[in-house]
């Protein structure tokens, strides 16, 4: 059976997103974009919601392919690499390694954690909240920048209401402490 995880940077207000809904966080630096990089080497699957993929196509670009930084490229590598199921009800294509899903997310969330071995991953609050009504996710990780964004999209949607069990901090780079939980 797999683990969902659900993981973003999080401002320390709590947003993943500013008010104009741009990710308003710095960008990772390469000691930190090494750690993503082995989280999206760990991914079986990566659940994004309409916004998340569209943020993160980015890195089909074959631009990234010949990028000077070499950090840039393994990313770039194990983002096309991983498979991708996008929710979306307003796309009509993706690019390749991904599916296009505009309905049941939990069903095929559950589906999913039941037929698949390792981790998969959400990406997007929106995606993340039904996902979490449906006690779909196994652990929440917030990757804490010493920011604030004073406003914007929250990481915890609003109206979810459930405890937490801490599994754990580490400290990264850019001043980011990684927070571990799972539901209680």
């Not at 960008?27 to 943020?55: D, K, Q, S």
């Not at 929710?87 to 009509?92: A, D, E, K, P, R």
């Amino acid at each position: 059976m797999a683990r969902i995880v659900y993981s973003m940077l999080v401002s320390l207000d709590g947003y993943i997103a500013g008010t104009d809904g741009n990710i308003d966080l710095p960008i990772p630096e390469e000691e930190l974009h090494r750690h993503f990089n082995e989280e999206m080497r760990r991914t079986v699957i990566a659940l994004c919601g309409r916004r998340m993929y569209e943020t993160m196509r980015f890195w089909d670009s074959p631009d990234r392919e010949t990028s000077d930084h070499e950090v840039e490229r393994d990313f770039a590598l194990a983002w096309r690499e991983t498979p991708k199921i996008v929710f979306s009800t307003t796309l009509g294509a993706v690019g390749a390694n991904a599916r296009l899903v505009d309905r049941d997310a939990v069903g095929v969330g559950r589906s999913l954690k039941a037929e698949t071995e390792g981790q998969i991953s959400v990406g997007g609050a929106e995606l993340a909240g039904h996902l979490s009504r449906a006690g779909l996710i196994d652990e929440y990780r917030l990757y804490m920048h010493p920011v604030v964004l004073g406003g914007g999209k929250p990481y915890f949607q609003s109206g979810l209401s459930f405890a937490l069990t801490p599994l754990g901090a580490e400290r990264l780079s850019q001043g980011v402490t990684l927070l571990r939980y799972a539901p209680t």
